[in-house]
């Protein structure tokens, strides 16, 4: 059964730093994309960021970039959001989650952390 | 700057109906449009990629279709469970920007 677990959300100050983790399982996790996506509490879906399955390539939103950086570590079967300079409007719950097929799409989400950023 | 344009943005039906929701990207995505459905508190889940391909255990009253540009959801005899959140991606670009979401609710 794939899973996937996000960790590390919590309240944190503006200008702080948080580092979400995303936990995966049952599935080849060193051969699949990756992707951050996040939901401001009552919005919509905001997709934050891209992983392909050897860290080659990265790509992120124009509101986090130079701010969050995406990694991964296949050996622990772990994606990681690194989230710094935190600002009020990054408050939202962040999903993992993974990217297949040859037209991309999202079959497998976490079920969420969520960041409160604020004083 | 590529968009999603999702239409309407809420959606009053009856359980048996039929419905549709409306999808416009900005530019040509070649078909690389998928439809999630959201339930409060939880996570997304996918219904439809490449535009009309059903995922996997997805019951066959969700279809969807595209013309061009555009792209639609058809969810026909709702049922109960159905009433839920949608939401438009596309996955031809680097970023996979989703619609504005459609929250579908009983009449």
């Known amino acids: 059964e794939v899973q996937l677990v996000e960790s590390g959300g919590g309240l944190v100050q503006p200008g702080g730093s948080l580092r979400l983790s995303c936990a995966a399982s049952g599935f080849t996790f060193s051969g699949s994309e990756m992707n951050w996506v996040r939901q401001t509490p009552g919005k919509g879906l905001e997709w934050v960021s891209y992983i392909d399955h050897s860290s080659s390539i990265m790509h992120y939103a124009d509101s986090v970039k130079g701010r969050f950086t995406i990694s991964r570590d296949n050996a622990k079967n772990s994606l990681y959001l690194q989230m710094n300079s935190l600002r009020a409007e990054d408050t939202a719950v962040y999903y993992c989650a993974r990217e297949t097929g040859t037209k991309d799409y999202f079959d497998f989400w976490g079920q969420g952390t969520l960041v409160t950023v604020s004083s | 700057d590529m968009q999603m344009t999702q239409s309407p943005s809420s959606l009053s039906a009856s359980v048996g109906d039929s419905v549709t929701i409306t999808c416009r990207a900005s530019?040509?995505?070649?078909?690389?449009l998928n439809w999630y459905q959201q339930r409060p508190g939880k996570a997304p889940n996918l219904l439809i990629y490449?535009?009309?391909s059903l995922q996997s255990g997805v019951p066959s009253r969700f279809s969807g279709s595209a013309s061009g540009t555009d792209f639609t959801l058809t969810i026909s005899s709702l049922q109960p469970e159905d009433f839920a959140t949608y939401y438009c991606?596309?996955?031809?670009?680097?970023?996979?920007?989703f619609g504005q979401g459609t929250k579908l609710e009983i009449k």
């Open positions: 490449a535009a009309s």
């Open positions: 991606q596309q996955t031809y670009y680097i970023r996979r920007i």
């Open positions: 530019q040509n995505i070649y078909n690389f």
